[in-house]
Every structure is written in structure tokens, then in C-alpha cells.
């Protein structure tokens, strides 16, 4: 991780992966507070880089009445206060072209989604604030695909970019995550698994996507061992109620044993 490009960052001498965690959404300031400062102190006791996430608004559902966001400003002025209470860099997504220089106003990284990755008019303008870009690898396209996407960052003259693996579609309502992948796309970028959205059970006849957060564990240990550059996992102190993607979350509760031990793997792994 090119670590001067987030001046907020802690513990990048550690020799750990760095740790993309929050919320699916912002639900209001209350609640993102306390999942920031709770993984705040995970964190700095086992000296993982530390990048607090949540959406500003979900534009991606499965049904029109499924939960979208608290309004955008409401949101991003959420996230700059967790930023500068807990002096951490935030990331969040962006769908449009519009919310690029909205969002940079407001947080440090800015997340292209999956679906959205080969947009090039989003991808420049996400790479043109000068925040750090965080590509989520598409479903349907090859880690060695995804070196184009680095390269539109680049182009613009943007050299942060990082690539989030989140799985690769397999059939109609499953995801797998291809191990073979991490080394190719650790040649163009630095490199994140998305562990709990690879578990996500998309496009469910509900129109609620389902999830298999029992194996958080096993693909986390997996990146670890294969040498991730970072760590992507949603969480919140009580899945059941969360407003988006609660199916495949990890409960916060359960966070510091996951990367007590994630740590020890990396350590022996180093």
C-alpha cells in the first residue's frame, strides 16, 4: 500500500495487511461511530492499517424499495466526523460521475463498485479529485482484465490505485473467489480481498441477496496465506438489523478473535 498517499493511516510499519472495515451503510451517526471505534481499537492494538468504510448511499438493489441511504450529505458529513474524531481515513463508493468531487470533499478514498468498474467516465473522474481509487474487481472479468482499469487511473494522472477482489460469479446466485487471481493483479496494484462480499448469494427469488458469513473465516485465511496487500469486511454490531447486505456480514463481536488470529497467519506466513 502506498502509505503517503493517506496521510491518516497508522501501523504501515507493521508489516500486517491493511483493513478496509465498517458498515454496508451509513445508517445514521450513532451507530457508525461506535463500529468505527470499536474496530479503531482492534486495530490499534494489533497494529493493523486501519480504513474505516460505509457507503454514502446504495445505488445497486435488487428491489426499488430496498434501502438506499439517509440522504447523501447527511451521509458523507457522517463520515468525515468518524475521519476526524478518530483521525482514520474513510473510503466510500460512488456511482456517478457527479458523486466523485461530491464524495472527495468528504473522505480519503473513493470505491468504484464492481458492476460500475469498467466505466471509464467514473473511473476518471474518481482518479481526477487525486484521492486514492479503490477498483472493485467486476464478477464477470479476469484479474489480468483489471490491469486496464489500474491503467485508466494512472492515465489520469492518479498513481493510487488499489483492486478489490470480490469474487467471480459462478452460475446465476453464487460467488466464487479464485486464489490464482491475487498474484496477477498484485503486479498492477495493490491488492484487497473483499471478504464478505465474495459470500454474498445474489439475486435470490426474495429479491433479498443471501450470504454464507460462516466461512468469513476460511476466505479471510485464505487472502492471508496468499499474501493480500488488504482486507475488505463489513460488520455491525447486530447483522440481523442492519439496513443493507446484513446477510454475509461479520458481527462486530466476533471482529478482534478473526484478526487476532489473521495476524498470528500473517506474521508466520512473513
Known sequence: MNATALPKIKHTASGNFFLLAGPCAIEGEEMALRIAETILKISD???????F??????ANRSRVD???????????????????????????????????????????????????????????????????????????MSPESMSFAVQKVHDSGNPNAWITDRGTFFGYQDLIVDFRGIPVMRKFAPTVLDVTHSLQQPNQKHGITGGKPELIETIARA???????????????????????????????????LMTRLVRIRKAVN
Open 223 to 257: 487472502g492471508v496465506v496468499n499474501n493480500v496487500d488488504g482486507l475488505f469486511i463489513e460488520t455491525h454490531y447486530d447483522p440481523s438489523q442492519a439496513k443493507s447486505d446484513g446477510a454475509n456480514m461479520l458481527p462486530l463481536d466476533q471482529l478482534e478473535g
Open 45 to 51: 492494538n494489533l497494529e493493523i492499517p486501519f480504513v
Open 66 to 140: 430496498s434501502f438506499t441511504g439517509i440522504g447523501d450529505e447527511k451521509a458523507l458529513k457522517i463520515l468525515q466526523k468518524v475521519s476526524n474524531t478518530f483521525d482514520i481515513p474513510v473510503v466510500t463508493d460512488i456511482h456517478e460521475i457527479s458523486d466523485a468531487s461530491m464524495a472527495a470533499a468528504y473522505v480519503d478514498v473513493l470505491q468504484i463498485p464492481a458492476f460500475l468498474v469498467r466505466q471509464t467516465d467514473l473511473v476518471v473522474a474518481a482518479a481526477e479529485t487525486g484521492k486514492v481509487v479503490n477498483l472493485k474487481k467486476g464478477q464477470f
Open 53 to 58: 468504510k460505509g457507503s454514502f448511499k446504495k
